[in-house]
């Protein structure tokens, strides 16, 4: 599942790396921020659930202000929660 998040609050690299590191805690989720839109797009098995996104993000001091779905990664995809290209 490909999901495109908007999160506040983030200004430096340090809040970057911040918030791709809260949410690679989760088993399978690879994420990847964009500070100039303030856009996360995040790759995780189907079982991860927004909330899980949304609390992680929280708890390391930034705002997920939406969340939507986003296009698949040709090439991209969860086989028994181990990413493969």
Request: hydrophobic content about 35%.
């Amino acid at each position: 599942m490909r999901k495109k998040l908007i999160v506040n609050n983030m200004s430096c690299d340090h809040c970057k790396r911040r918030v791709e590191s809260a949410l690679m805690s989760i088993e399978g989720v690879k994420a990847e921020v964009t500070l100039k839109t303030r856009t996360c797009i995040v790759d995780s098995p189907d079982q991860v659930s927004d909330k899980q996104m949304v609390d992680v993000i929280t708890e390391a001091g930034y705002e997920v202000e939406s969340i939507e779905e986003a296009p698949a990664k040709k090439g991209f995809f969860f086989h028994n929660n181990k990413t493969s290209k």
